[in-house]
């Protein structure tokens, strides 16, 4: 099934009209981005200061260290940076942060682990705008620190030789809301222009698209431009560790790529191993030269994220037994917290508690007297403004609105569930809340297969581009309980066509299931049948 240029349903164009994208160029140009209307990036604070000092030690084989933080945004940055300054001639040695050996940024034990490579220049990778004490020991060494970073900047200035952050408040570039993946591929191409050899930067969207779609980026401007280009790579992909991960996956060059495949799919399993333990392996498999290797690792990738899934589910059958119990009394707030639970999954796991009780969460996993926790919560809370109130009972935190991390010392819990569940009620006016996305109502003259192909070109859909739901009413054909758990929902529909649907976790719903019923969902390939088969992913059903 590929992407048409044009539209082909009714479907979709009234959905645009709704969204006021209406016909002609706005609409084109939506439709189908191109990357020759990114923001160029002649203005960005240090960018070329970095791009001389990189070029400088290519041309001396001077060592270089590529330090990233642990997740997709900092893996990908890394294996953009460090794959292409190789090309390009560099020495380079990777290094990734560790949720359980010093945690994010250049911690103590990082930087003892990038001194060992005795390096010339350091190049951090989605950290390092508050890592002030390590930079600075770094050049008080003798070695170049560039920082390459996308989070909040602290006051103090950073002793680094180049900052590369458009949140810098000297920085000029107007697009302020690339990942730390974008930013890195943007730098190589001023090392490539400094140094006059050849690259190829498109070779390195596919790894664009997953960072910035696991990052939860903004995917509107140059975000929008560079995913949907990265989705069209991995389509058909040309690097061996992701076209071995999506062969893995089962996902094929017959359906495009979507975001939601980044969200749901690769991202969890390139985070799995650093959820577990050290990060290494995923960086290893977006770095693999061969197919052979890269198949080797994807496996082992994979089971990974079995494990994962086992200890989350088993952390979150505890948690949700403390969060009923905490709900129960009528909350603000819920702060829950236990021995030995992962630090690496809490953040998973608060946020699927925050979805189900629709309140601001706090998981914390304690080992000894210290636990370390994650925070999350309802779409637009001020999660942050909620945990600074609380600073008083926690060793440290960081984070931004929509999600926060936390040390606490065991001895404190108590004081520090009353503080946040005051706090949260305190800014319980301050939520903002957005208007509803339009849905989708089927046009009776509309193919699903029609609906489907057009519903990529409003790929990437995810933050600031939600996918739409599509809404429809038919006649139960046939309804029944499937393994794990789940429906499988076939309706037919006025136009006489056949529906076919899945409801996670709604098995119990079938055996009731007769007549009209309304459902809506993401319309998405039915990659069982293949072809055109389309089949809806249920979110919400009324019989």
Not at 141 to 150: E, L, N, Q, T
Not at 203 to 224: H, K, M, Q, S, W
Not at 331 to 355: E, F, K, P, S, T
Request: glycine fraction near 10%; hydrophobic fraction near 45%.
């Amino acid at each position: 099934m590929q992407a048409p240029r044009g539209l082909r349903s009714r479907t979709i164009g009234a959905y645009l009209d709704e969204r006021g994208i209406a016909p002609g160029p706005g609409r084109d140009a939506f439709l189908h981005p191109r990357l020759a209307s990114l923001t160029p990036p002649a203005g960005m604070a240090d960018r070329e200061l970095a791009a001389q000092r990189l070029a400088t030690a290519i041309r001396k084989d001077e060592p270089v260290v590529v330090f990233g933080d642990y997740d997709c945004d900092g893996m990908t940055a890394t294996a953009i940076l460090a794959g292409g300054l190789r090309r390009l001639g560099a020495h380079v040695t990777t290094c990734l942060a560790s949720r359980f050996d010093g945690g994010y940024g250049v911690s103590p034990q990082a930087l003892a682990r990038i001194e060992a490579s005795a390096p010339g220049l350091v190049v951090t990778c989605d950290c390092g705008s508050s890592d002030h004490q390590a930079i600075g020991a770094l050049q008080g060494a003798g070695v170049d620190v560039i920082v390459v970073d996308h989070h909040l900047v602290p006051s103090e200035p950073l002793p680094a030789l180049a900052f590369l952050n458009p949140h810098r408040p000297d920085c000029p570039f107007p697009f302020k809301w690339l990942a730390s993946c974008g930013l890195v591929m943007s730098l190589l191409g001023q090392v490539r222009a400094e140094l006059g050899r050849p690259l190829d930067l498109r070779d390195y969207l596919d790894l664009v698209a997953i960072g910035t779609v696991a990052d939860v980026a903004p995917l509107e401007g140059d975000n929008r431009t560079l995913v949907r280009a990265g989705l069209e790579r991995l389509a058909k992909p040309e690097r061996p560790g992701l076209r071995a991960l999506l062969e893995l996956l089962g996902v094929t060059g017959e359906f495009p790529v979507t975001a939601s495949d980044i969200a749901f799919r690769i991202a969890p399993r390139l985070n799995a191993p650093g959820r577990l333990g050290a990060p290494d392996l995923a960086l290893d498999l977006l770095l693999a030269e061969s197919l052979t290797d890269a198949r080797i690792l994807a496996e082992r990738l994979d089971q990974a994220s079995s494990q994962r899934r086992a200890v989350q589910l088993e952390i979150e059958e505890q948690a949700r037994a403390l969060a009923s119990a905490e709900a129960a009394d009528g909350c603000a707030a819920l702060v829950l917290g236990q021995a030995d639970w992962n630090h690496g999954i809490v953040g998973i796991v608060a946020g699927r508690m925050a979805d189900e009780f629709g309140l601001p969460t706090m998981v914390i996993g304690f080992e000894g007297d210290v636990g370390r926790g994650s925070v999350r919560g309802p779409a637009g809370f001020p999660l942050y403004d909620a945990v600074s109130a609380c600073a008083e009972h926690l060793v440290r935190f960081g984070g931004h609105q929509a999600a926060a991390g936390v040390t606490v010392e065991r001895r404190a819990l108590a004081e520090l569930r009353v503080a946040f569940d005051a706090a949260c009620r305190a800014q319980r006016d301050r939520v903002e809340t957005k208007a509803a996305a339009p849905g989708l109502t089927l046009h009776p003259d509309d193919s699903l297969a029609d609906v489907l192909a057009d519903l990529w070109l409003l790929e990437p859909c995810g933050a600031q581009n939600p996918l739409p739901a599509l809404e429809v009413e038919g006649t139960v054909r046939e309804a029944r309980s499937v393994r794990g758990g789940h429906l499988k929902l076939s309706l037919s529909l006025p136009s006489g066509a056949t529906l076919q649907a899945f409801g996670p976790n709604l098995g119990q719903r079938g055996a009731d299931l007769r007549g009209q019923v309304r459902v809506s969902g993401e319309l998405r390939p039915d990659r069982h049948r293949g072809g055109d088969a389309v089949e809806l992913l249920i979110r919400n059903l009324v019989s």
